[in-house]
């Protein structure tokens, strides 16, 4: 008994740092509706920064007066990301602001390993608080008490300033409806500023509460940020009281999953949080989106139209030029274009989803690493030559989309998307942990093209006839009627439904169809790579597909093309440096602020009508 009360009190210490690093991603995301994915980093830079100021103020007033000032100074760090990159990019469609703040990650990073250096910091026990007290015959740090029992006095203090307070009040109304307020005279500007300090500041304090436990490195911004949006996610997002009871439910069965069922902890959070969204969609104590209602992407009236003649001879003559590409004998050039070429198709599938579909994948790389994993087992295991192998790659990533899609259908908006999380998450740790058939961690070796292919030009070759055969069966499947039955429920459910329409079927085939695609552009992958690893179906895969999407424009079809090759290229040329996140990471979010509605969208914009498409790319 004192050993179940001693980890229930572990997990309650838990969910103190997760729940305020939650709440403020709650708040910030129930006002401004961004998808802060920069919200681990804050919480990265509270711990770095507790570790500096607790250096210089010693003692137990000290250690708090720590405590304020990081939070004061994270809350300002975040002031300035709103003003100086957000507030330029809130006009442009909500989910695009998500690639300025994985740029803002990108840069933290670099930042903080300039500052602090690249080995782990830690932490010093809390000044009057380094012993134990022995419940049950069971040693409980006096710590863990001590922010368990601060954790309800931040809850209720929340509470007070939303509910008993001008500007609380008025947060709580740009939440219910941003543009009623905005219309009643109300500055939104500096309401979403004060938003952003306060839920910055949060995650500030979480860093740094956190410090003594488990001390500050570089990696802590990732391991954070899934379990903060699961947390939101459950608990409903905007929902303070939501993320405290799910903050407490995630911990809690974290700290028990690790003794029960050990091979679980990589996807306790994520089965939960799946099982939640499937009974009541908009979590605990969250309220349901309104279809078309913020995280949407596909709000477009203009029709697609077919492409122009000048436009086919443009993308002709970009073949022919791909297809001349081996005159230039530069092998790494080769490798690179395929790579190009793979990743295109793969954000081309993506964007099915997102731009006329209208639905958000946060998990698209679930069918990427599934169809790889199916080409290498098949390989691997049935001794399928490659042909074999690229043609079950489609078929599996399709059925895992068909049986994915058929739950996420139901949801809408950040609820489908996270939906989308857990899945993926979910055949990640499958692969990650089921070493005797997968290789786990170690991957699967030995993947390499037929005898015929072998060679580095013809399987170049290979790759360009197939992807772009991928790409061209997207476009006109986006002018086929079930690409016009897609496109009209995103546009309107209700009218769609009227006319007879079965919306949510169609979805449901979009899922499968887009899944497949990915699915083929990841047996290309494969065998490109001659290997598969686990990395492939992790969290960044999916967001590279996402960023390509929304660099190259949403709202075009060839948006991902671009895209995918502008962020590949700058990948590779960038990863030469030492600091290339850095660098990266501020070109992606002068691109963002540059060109708002994506490269392609730009460039239609300013020059559609002198190279004469201005129809062809809307989506």
């Known amino acids: 008994m004192g050993f179940i009360l001693a980890q229930a009190l572990t997990g309650l210490s838990n969910a103190a740092a997760l729940f305020l690093v939650a709440s ?254 499937i009974v009541r969609p908009w979590g605990l104590l969250g309220k349901p989106e309104k279809p078309g209602q913020h995280g949407q992407v596909g709000e477009l009236a203009r029709p697609i139209a077919i492409m122009p003649t000048r436009g086919k001879w443009l993308f002709a003559a970009m073949l022919v030029l791909l297809a001349l590409l081996p005159v230039l004998d530069d092998s790494f050039l080769l490798v690179l274009m395929a790579d190009i070429i793979i990743f295109s198709l793969f954000a081309t599938s993506l964007h099915f989803l997102m731009g006329p579909g209208g639905m958000v994948s946060f998990g698209h790389a679930a069918y990427f690493g599934g169809g790889a994993y199916a080409a290498a087992l098949s390989v691997k295991y049935m001794g399928a030559p490659m042909e074999i192998a690229i043609m079950i790659a489609p078929l599996i990533a399709g059925c895992l989309a068909i049986i994915i899609g058929w739950f996420c259908v139901r949801l809408s908006g950040v609820y489908l998307a996270m939906l989308t999380l857990a899945f993926a998450q979910v055949l990640w740790s499958i692969v990650f942990q089921w070493g005797e058939v997968t290789g786990g961690d170690d991957g699967i070796l030995g993947i390499w093209p037929s005898e015929w292919a072998s060679d580095g030009v013809v399987f170049y070759y290979l790759v360009l006839v197939v992807g772009s055969a991928g790409i061209l069966l997207i476009r006109h499947v986006l002018h086929s009627p079930f690409g016009y039955g897609v496109r009209a429920g995103r546009d309107s459910f209700v009218r769609s439904e009227a006319i007879g329409i079965n919306v949510k079927l169609m979805q449901w085939m979009a899922f499968a169809f887009a899944g497949a695609l990915a699915g083929l552009a990841g047996g290309l992958y494969v065998f490109a790579k001659g290997s598969i690893f686990p990395d492939e179906m992790e969290i960044a895969r999916s967001f590279d597909a996402l960023i390509m999407v929304l660099l190259g424009g949403v709202k075009t079809l060839s948006g991902p093309f671009v895209g995918a090759s502008t962020f590949t290229l700058l990948q590779d040329w960038l990863s030469r440096f030492e600091y290339w996140r850095l660098v990266l990471g501020s070109m992606i979010i002068l691109l963002v602020i540059l060109f708002p509605q994506g490269l392609v969208g730009f460039a239609r914009d300013k020059f559609g009508r002198l190279i004469n498409v201005r129809g062809e790319d809307h989506a």
Do not use: C
């Not at 994915?37 to 500096?52: D, K, N, P, W």
């Not at 979480?206 to 911004?221: S, V």
């Open 24 to 277: 403020g991603l709650s708040i910030i995301f129930g006002v401004t509706r961004i998808v802060n994915f920069a919200h681990g980093s804050f919480y990265m830079l509270g711990a770095y920064i507790a570790y500096t100021t607790m250096s210089m103020l010693p003692g137990i007033i000290g250690f708090w007066a720590s405590v304020a000032i990081t939070g004061v100074a994270v809350g300002l760090i975040g002031v300035v990301v709103e003003l100086v990159v957000l507030r330029q990019v809130y006009k442009a469609p909500e989910l695009f602001q998500l690639v300025a703040t994985f740029g803002v990650i990108l840069v933290v990073q670099d930042l903080a390993l300039l500052t602090w250096g690249p080995e782990d910091l830690i932490g010093s026990r809390a000044p009057g608080l380094e012993s134990v007290v022995y419940i049950m015959g069971e040693a409980i740090p006096e710590y863990d008490l001590a922010i368990i029992a601060l954790t309800p006095v931040v809850l209720f203090a929340i509470w007070y300033l939303f509910n008993r307070t001008r500007w609380g009040i008025l947060v709580r109304a740009a939440t219910e409806d941003r543009e009623m307020v905005g219309a009643l005279g109300v500055n939104q500007s500096w309401l979403f500023t004060g938003v952003f300090f306060l839920g910055s500041l949060l995650a500030g304090v979480g860093g740094a509460i956190q410090l003594p436990k488990g001390g500050a490195d570089l990696l802590m911004d990732f391991s954070i940020l899934s379990a903060v949006f699961v947390v939101v996610v459950i608990g409903g997002m905007g929902s303070i009281p939501g993320a405290f009871i799910a903050a407490l439910i995630i911990s809690e069965l974290n700290v028990f999953g690790v003794q029960l069922l050990p091979q679980s902890t990589l996807v306790l959070m994520f089965v939960v949080m799946a099982l939640v969204l």
